[in-house]
């Protein structure tokens, strides 16, 4: 008698066989890992550099598309980073994840610009608060941090200046009950 405590793993879909087939064709060995997650979503692991063939494959290739990129963003692992694309296709519950690994000395993943101009702020973000290079990004400025800003807030490594004119207290921001509580305590 199965365990009833243990989650039953999850069934590939006819349509997310077909799929995970047709990315398996076009990448072979460079296909590092096809499952699902626990919401049922289609998830690929891929190296950064074949993201656009992926991408391009789910977009341009597969019928009907998987056409809306609703979401990318950075993840920094320990040895490895990476870039997530969330694309769904529209008027369904059909999801794919991409998850484009890069290494962490010297992260860069293709700009999904190309396919996606959705993606310009994203990517942005990514390079600004992770410093993963999104190459061949039309504009690789800063979108969120001052210009003079030094390393990437969101890595795990990163730490945070003690004295920075941007990370002062603001009196008219902060919370008024804070200080009173604290003097409160103060005087038993």
Do not use: C
């Amino acid at each position: 008698m199965p365990d009833a405590a243990a989650p039953a793993e999850p069934i590939f879909s006819p349509e997310q066989q077909a799929v995970a087939l047709r990315a398996h064709d076009l990448l072979g060995a460079d296909l590092l890992a096809v499952r699902l997650d626990a919401g049922g979503a289609l998830v690929f692991e891929i190296p950064a550099a074949r993201n656009l063939d992926l991408l391009a494959l789910l977009k341009n290739e597969v019928d009907p598309p998987v056409s809306y990129l609703s979401d990318l963003h950075g993840i920094d692992g320990d040895t490895m980073m990476a870039v997530v694309y969330h694309l769904f296709r529209p008027g369904t519950a059909f999801e794919v994840t991409v998850r484009a690994l890069t290494p962490r000395a010297r992260p860069s993943v293709p700009s999904a610009m190309p396919l996606w101009h959705g993606a310009w702020w994203p990517e942005r973000e990514v390079m600004e608060m992770y410093g993963i290079e999104m190459a061949g990004h039309p504009d690789p400025r800063k979108l969120l941090l001052p210009d003079d800003w030094q390393g990437f807030p969101l890595r795990k490594d990163y730490v945070y200046p003690l004295e920075h004119p941007y990370l002062a207290p603001d009196p008219l921001h902060e919370n008024p009950i804070k200080p009173v509580a604290k003097a409160a305590s103060e005087e038993q």
